[in-house]
């Protein structure tokens, strides 16, 4: 069974920068394509970047040209660079399978102060 790890978030000031990282029990060569997702309080959870087991990236508008999705296999670990900060970006940030969900993790709490 597949579980999933978020970690790297915090408190940041706004134009800053955080790291995220998600730590897979399991091989994620073989998963199609992970994804980063973020929920804000009272809305819905959304993609907000996706890369394949080939490495291709895309973005939701939230994220675009600031956040860089990557992934590592040999640590079946997924990464997502966050720069430039706002305070719309404060969410709990979760990753997750984008064709398949596995179960989700606890997710990590980005917080972005003006």
């Known amino acids: 069974q597949v579980q999933l790890v978020e970690s790297g978030g915090g408190l940041v000031q706004a134009g800053g920068s955080l790291r995220l990282s998600c730590a897979v029990s399991?091989?994620?060569?073989?998963?199609?394509?992970m994804g980063w997702y973020r929920q804000i309080p009272g809305k819905q959870r959304e993609l907000v970047a996706r890369?394949?087991?080939?490495?291709?990236?895309n973005y939701g508008d939230s994220g675009k040209g600031r956040f860089t999705i990557s992934r590592d296999n040999a640590k079946n670990t997924v990464y997502l660079q966050m720069n430039s900060l706002k305070p719309e970006d404060t969410a709990v940030y979760y990753c997750?399978?984008?064709?398949?969900?596995?179960?989700w993790g606890q997710g990590t709490q980005v917080t972005v102060s003006s």
């Open positions: 399991g091989s994620i060569s073989s998963i199609n394509a």
């Open positions: 890369i394949t087991s080939g490495g291709s990236t």
């Open positions: 997750n399978g984008v064709y398949s969900h596995f179960s």
